[in-house]
């Protein structure tokens, strides 16, 4: 039966969800709080620069190319992706950096070049990182998860449990022995949200989606993806309300009876929030929640982030289009996130300079930058803080780059944990949702449909599969399934 659908924010659950509800027949509203589409992956334009304001590794291909084909279309009929060559650089210090290239066999031949042996064994590690991912991917991210662990047990899963038992970061150091490469093999992780150490080894899937698909870029950034569902979107009839705020749900015999938007009651037969978890459930009456604050607390956010989002008046030499600098402990950094939450001692951070590979998001002779620094949930943010992180950052640039910068920059934009909360409504701050450990998954995270209140669902980072834009588009798939059904 057709129904009147309330989608609360536009992140990609929510532009996906949208677009597999329409073609089933419903009436469906996205009501977005901010000024822009996207969610955490807005775009914002200034002083001549345009900026992606979150993801910027395209990873996982595959999942973007699904979701088009399940509508007759193609990714290719929005835009033309290219494959990064180099897909990024990792600077471990002055004149020190290892260029990580756009197919396997050139990977192996570098770890081989830089460990005796590991080529070979890098080789193996990839393939069986394929074929995990190729169960991960077809077997689990798109399975609907219910109450029980069996339900993760099939005949393909159930010979590989050792990965399960097992973490990513002791696969990596039995075959690795080279520090640098194994920050590069753990790297990956980052996007689960967790420390490697506590990220279950089948997760080395992520390695093969690295090393084995390669990483792309859409031509004028990750927000083509945006666009490009909202025009789906557009055409399967979905109506997008930017600038619209819920701000109360009221319930009545455990059903939503109407949405409070915009301080105006607005009616829905069913309400869908991509927003964060937390934030959805605090505007409901207390009785109806189903995680209370102690639940909250205890589980393992995936972090927030400290960013800047700055122009060059120059363009710069010695970087690619990713850089990773990781010249500092990964693993004292992750502590300071995870174990003993504080500003991060010595940070190691992202470095984005997308007018590298497409000249339009800078004016003519200058350089688009965007640096991220993972940090834990909930620390104290302020002006004096982000400046001295800023500081520190543009020092190694310039050294690690051999080049002034600091004089060069025309703008500058910092966003960190107040941000988060005030602009997204984010628990703690945090920027990827809920870290994907081996507690955290399928079955053991937040339920997609709520259990109290019969016509509310949820999509997005904080429930399944997980944080990341190409979990987020199937987290959008499985919600209007079970909508559907
Ligand atoms: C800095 C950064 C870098 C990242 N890098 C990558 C990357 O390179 N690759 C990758 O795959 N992933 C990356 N991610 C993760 C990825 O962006 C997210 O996992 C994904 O975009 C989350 O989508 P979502 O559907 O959960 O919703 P979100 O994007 O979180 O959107 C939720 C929306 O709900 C809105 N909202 C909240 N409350 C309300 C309300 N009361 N009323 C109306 N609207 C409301 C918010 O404004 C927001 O627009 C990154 C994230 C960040 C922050």
């Not at 996207?38 to 914002?44: E, I, L, M, P, W």
């Not at 979905?238 to 301080?263: A, Q, R, T």
């Not at 993972?374 to 050294?399: H, S």
Request: proline share 5%.
């Amino acid at each position: 039966m057709k129904k009147n659908i309330a989608i609360i924010g536009s992140g990609f659950s929510s532009l996906s969800a949208a677009c597999y509800l329409a073609k089933a027949g419903h009436n469906v509203t996205i009501y977005e709080k901010n000024d822009a589409l996207g969610g955490r992956a807005r775009q914002f334009k200034a002083a001549g620069f345009t900026f992606d304001m979150g993801p910027s590794w395209y990873w996982m291909p595959d999942v973007f190319d699904k979701f088009f084909n399940d509508f007759g279309k193609k990714v290719s009929d929005y835009f033309t992706l290219t494959k990064l060559s180099p897909a990024y650089r990792v600077y471990f210090g002055k004149d020190d950096f290892i260029d990580i290239e756009d197919t396997p066999e050139k990977i192996c031949k570098k770890f081989e070049s830089i460990e005796k042996g590991s080529g070979e064994k890098l080789k193996k590690y990839l393939k069986i990182a394929k074929e995990n991912y190729e169960i991960g991917v077809t077997d689990m991210l798109y399975k609907m998860p219910g109450n029980s662990p069996l339900e993760l047990v099939s005949k393909k899963t159930i010979k590989r449990v050792r990965f399960f038992l097992s973490n990513i970061r002791k696969d990596i150091r039995r075959d690795f022995k080279n520090p640098k490469l194994r920050s590069i093999l753990e790297f990956p992780v980052l996007f689960l949200g967790a420390k490697a150490s506590n990220t279950p080894a089948f997760y080395n899937f992520m390695n093969y989606a690295d090393f084995g698909i390669g990483t792309f870029q859409p031509p004028n950034g990750f927000h083509d993806l945006v666009n490009a569902m909202v025009d789906l979107g557009k055409s399967l009839g979905v109506k997008y309300k930017v600038n619209h705020e819920l701000s109360k749900i009221n319930v009545s015999n455990k059903k939503v009876e109407n949405i409070v938007i915009n301080g105006k009651s607005t009616d829905c037969d069913l309400i869908l929030s991509g927003a964060d978890y937390h934030h959805t459930e605090s505007l409901l009456p207390v009785k109806s929640r189903q995680y209370n604050n102690r639940y909250w607390k205890s589980r393992v956010f995936a972090p927030s982030s400290l960013l800047f989002y700055v122009g060059f008046n120059k363009k710069l030499k010695n970087v690619q289009h990713h850089n990773l600098i990781f010249d500092t402990d990964f693993n004292k950094h992750a502590e300071e996130i995870y174990d003993s939450p504080k500003w991060p001692t010595d940070p190691l951070f992202y470095a984005n300079f997308t007018s590298k590979t497409n000249s339009k998001t800078a004016p003519e002779g200058s350089e688009n930058a965007f640096f991220l620094i993972p940090i834990a949930i909930d620390l104290i943010d302020n002006e004096e803080t982000r400046d001295k992180y800023f500081e520190k950052i543009i020092k190694k640039m310039e050294l690690y780059t051999g080049q002034e910068l600091k004089d060069s920059i025309t703008y500058k934009r910092s966003f960190c944990v107040n941000d988060f909360k005030n602009e997204y409504n984010s628990y703690g701050g945090n920027a990827y949702g809920l870290a994907n450990t081996l507690f955290q998954t399928a079955f053991l995270r937040p339920n997609i449909k709520s259990k109290l209140v019969q016509n509310l669902y949820f999509c997005g980072q904080l429930t399944v599969p997980g944080p990341g834009v190409p979990p987020a588009v199937v987290s959008g798939e499985l919600v209007a399934n079970l909508i559907n059904k």
